[in-house]
């Protein structure tokens, strides 16, 4: 039986490209090109929605607002959150308005799947990191262990932030070198360079 999926993106090539990823034998799409009517065809279809794949950064109201108010019509369907700029910040905004997960574009052909199944299976969310107190380093392992190696690099890097704001030399440098070995892993030169500046920073 196929499973219906709420994809809300603003770029028909994406929406296309993850259709044709995920394919039409085990779902069916509704599309929406923004938050709003995102929205409308959530609250017009919530008794068939199964997941809702959701972007963060939409025009009008962003994915962030559209996830509050999904989440006051509906809160039983699980919302994947998907952002081309993947922070510490928005990773705990999406997970703090209740997404199931937060992936980076970058990496959702690699790790989409096992988040889309684990969803319509209902397993609870692995993701919840919404504490202030969040363990930096115990989130990047678990993240790692799952295969995740670009969102476990930024929680790297968050813990290197830490460790030289409290002054501990030796493990900011370790922390650090640890994520731009993750950066590259998952291929994200880019990020691995920023951290690489930090580093010379404290050298």
Do not use: C, H
């Amino acid at each position: 039986m196929q499973k219906t999926i709420l994809l809300v993106d603003d770029k028909k090539l994406l929406r296309d490209t993850l259709i044709d990823y995920l394919g039409n034998d085990k779902f069916r799409f509704i599309e929406a090109e923004t938050g709003e009517k995102g929205l409308d065809l959530f609250r017009e279809n919530a008794k068939e929605i199964d997941v809702v794949l959701l972007d963060e950064n939409l025009p009008g109201i962003d994915g962030i607002k559209t996830l509050q108010l999904m989440t006051r019509i509906n809160q039983s369907i699980p919302v994947i959150a998907l952002t081309g700029e993947l922070t510490i910040e928005i990773r705990n905004a999406f997970i703090k308005a209740g997404a199931f997960d937060v992936q980076a574009k970058s990496a959702i052909y690699e790790k989409l799947l096992p988040s889309l199944e684990a969803a319509l299976e209902g397993e609870k969310s692995g993701t919840d990191s919404s504490d202030e107190n969040i363990d930096f380093v115990k989130m990047a392992e678990d993240l790692k262990n799952d295969g995740r190696w670009e969102e476990s690099a930024l929680y790297l890097r968050e813990a290197g932030m830490e460790q030289k704001a409290l002054g501990k030399r030796d493990k900011a440098v370790e922390f650090f070198e640890e994520a731009i070995t993750r950066y590259k892993r998952a291929g994200r030169t880019t990020k691995a360079k920023e951290v690489e500046k930090l580093l010379d920073e404290i050298s």
